[in-house]
């Protein structure tokens, strides 16, 4: 990739305080993904938890943290999609697109709006 990190902002949100470079502590935090705001609750997840727990077991994934992804399901954490940023490598890997084509052919994406947040 000519480039490691993608940032995307809503064109509707306003930037008043840039306190350090975003892909500056990406780096040198090692982080996969970057957000504004994570929420917890219902909103836009209506059958994300179940169809990501079974692309799991399908695939037999064995998550690096297994508590950190139970909690987040747990609490049907989402991320306030306004403002993101991630490390390509991640984002376009075959792992990732196998996640992301499983999702898309489950429909929740327009049934649900699980890409809203």
């Not at 909690?71 to 996640?99: C, H, I, R, V, W």
Request: hydrophobic share 35%; glycine share 6%.
């Amino acid at each position: 990739h000519k480039y490691r990190y993608w940032l995307r902002i809503d064109s509707d949100s306003r930037v008043t305080a840039v306190r350090a470079d975003p892909f500056k502590d990406m780096s040198e935090h090692n982080l996969t993904f970057a957000y504004r705001k994570k929420i917890t609750g219902e909103c836009c997840t209506t059958e994300m938890l179940s169809t990501v727990a079974a692309f799991v077991v399908e695939h037999g994934i064995k998550p690096a943290e297994p508590g950190f992804l139970q909690e987040y399901m747990d609490q049907l954490t989402y991320f306030y999609g306004n403002l993101g940023a991630g490390d390509l490598e991640f984002f376009t890997s075959p792992s990732y697109k196998a996640f992301i084509s499983h999702l898309l052919k489950q429909g929740g994406m327009w049934k649900y709006r699980w890409d809203d947040k």
